[in-house]
């Protein structure tokens, strides 16, 4: 069940990834470097102190970004072109000692998972941005920020409940797809059109 298990830790850290990849890439590096575990295939690269710094490094600033009401719809919506290949990656990065014929669909799958955590929380995060402030967007961070190192951790440690997990967030995925759309696409014009230096709030209140 060696597969099962790699297959459950690339997918279960491409969907991390698409919820805050910095953590979940801090997460497989550390763990690797103080020996807790053996990551497989490529992600072995990331036990490199440099890689591991630079990830942490990030992960503070999105710590503190995400906390912000209206940036931390900006930094989801650049965000989008970062998480969902690197979700790609990472589930690429860890099947490649399988078989080509699960790697190429593992990646594709990958991305998918984390377009799929993107997208949820960049819809959590544009409907918060209309409740009071700052608590939403605090408890939405520390929340998410939780079910990437939890996640993360299941991924490595517990292939079985990460694999049920993620049956479980598709299921509900599927059912609220639509309104996921809708929120993501109502965040990219407000975001533009704050860069055309109109109001966010006002922006997003119209096209949603």
Known sequence: MEWFSTLSLALGTAWTSGINLYATVS???????????????????LDNWWVIGFAGGLYLIEFFAD???????????????IRVPAGAIVAYA??????????IPAALVGGGLAF?????????????NFSPEPVSNWVLSLVEDAIAFLGTFLAVFAPVIIAAVLGIFLIAFIWFFPKVIR???RLFKAVGAFFRGESFESVARKAG
């Not at 470097?33 to 053996?38: C, D, E, M, Q, Y």
């Not at 906390?67 to 072109?81: A, C, E, G, L």
């Not at 955590?117 to 995060?125: F, L, Q």
């Open 183 to 185: 929120a993501i696409i």
């Open 67 to 81: 906390k912000i009401p209206y940036v931390d719809s900006i930094w989801d919506v650049v965000h989008t072109f």
């Open 27 to 45: 997460v497989l590096g550390l763990l690797q470097k103080f020996g807790a575990t053996k990551l497989p295939g490529g992600l072995d690269v």
């Open 94 to 103: 860890a099947t490649t000692d399988l078989d080509p014929s699960i790697t």
């Open 116 to 128: 799929a955590s993107h997208g949820t929380k960049a819809a959590a995060r544009i409907g918060a």
